[in-house]
């Protein structure tokens, strides 16, 4: 495959309020986190985490491409705040952009999404380069129900 000048962020969290230990749940003897960053390992990825666990297995892991970013403060307690209707991972996004250069694509994908392929952000992130008009891209799955 072709070197492509991009950036994978993504967040991993300690606490997940609807499905308690989320993000840490075995599925076939790892972590659920672990099956997307190990099929990224080799790309130029950043972790964003709150999570003394997920640190302490990252370790244990032969992953090698990892950055990790400290989840700040104001995202925690925003995270944290019942009376706030919105979630900090665009503001995370946002912050960690000033972090790079404009000429570099950045993908953000989540850990819940552990079977994504690291062939499918290529062709994402290929079809994005095609067409001088875009700025983003998103997938979707079209879902026809009656």
Not at 93 to 113: A, G, P, Q, Y
């Amino acid at each position: 495959m072709v070197k492509i000048n991009m950036k994978i962020f993504t967040i991993i969290k300690e606490e997940s309020k609807r499905i308690p230990d989320k993000n840490f749940k075995d599925l076939n003897g790892n972590p659920l986190w672990w099956h997307l960053l190990s099929e990224l390992d080799g790309l130029d990825i950043t972790v964003n985490t709150d999570s003394q666990k997920f640190l302490n297995q990252l370790k244990k892991s032969n992953l090698k491409s990892i950055k990790v970013i400290k989840r700040e403060k104001k995202h925690i307690d925003w995270e944290n705040d019942e009376n706030i209707d919105s979630s900090p991972v665009e503001d995370m996004l946002f912050d960690f952009c000033k972090t790079i250069d404009r000429s570099e694509i950045v993908v953000l994908t989540h850990v819940t999404s552990p079977f994504l392929k690291k062939k499918t952000i290529y062709d994402a992130v290929y079809m994005l380069q095609k067409d001088q008009n875009a700025k983003s891209i998103h997938s979707i799955l079209k879902i026809q129900d009656f």
